[in-house]
């Protein structure tokens, strides 16, 4: 049985490389970079699922230093919400320019309900990581 659209919605803070200069300027404090409500009412209880992709570019502090950057995805509007997505990545120390971190995976599950909302959090080991662009996210509810 083929899935069933039910809603896809985009969350794109910067479309180009190197277009915003945002510091991140709480070490372990989670910084929100996109957010998104999909309608998923239409889905089959217990086979709705949304799917979504993503994409960061971040830059070392000026004084590089290994830096571990995680980003969580919740359903919900804060990291009050359900974790659904996890991931961590060192940036490379020798590499001064933009470094991206892609992601892509799914929450499985999903409430039928309108208005379900997917959030998702950026946070640095290090004082003066700077998000740098681009910034975009995707999200696809899908139903069997």
Avoid at 61 to 90: K, M, W
Avoid at 101 to 129: E, K, Q, R, W
Wanted: glycine share 10%; hydrophobic share 45%; net charge negative.
């Amino acid at each position: 049985m083929a899935a069933r659209f039910l809603d896809s919605k985009t969350s794109q803070n910067a479309s180009y490389a190197n277009s915003i200069a945002i510091p991140i300027t709480v070490i372990g404090t989670p910084q929100l970079v996109a957010q998104q409500t999909l309608d998923l009412s239409a889905g089959t209880a217990g086979l709705t699922r949304v799917e979504f992709t993503g994409i960061i570019a971040l830059q070392l502090p000026l004084l590089p230093a290994v830096t571990n950057i995680t980003l969580d995805v919740y359903r919900g509007l804060t990291t009050g919400g359900v974790l659904v997505f996890s991931a961590a990545e060192n940036l490379n120390i020798n590499l001064l320019g933009p470094q991206l971190i892609t992601i892509a995976g799914s929450d499985f599950n999903a409430p039928n309900t309108a208005g379900v909302a997917y959030s998702v959090f950026v946070t640095a080991s290090v004082l003066g990581t700077v998000r740098v662009g681009p910034e975009s996210y995707n999200f696809t509810g899908v139903s069997d």
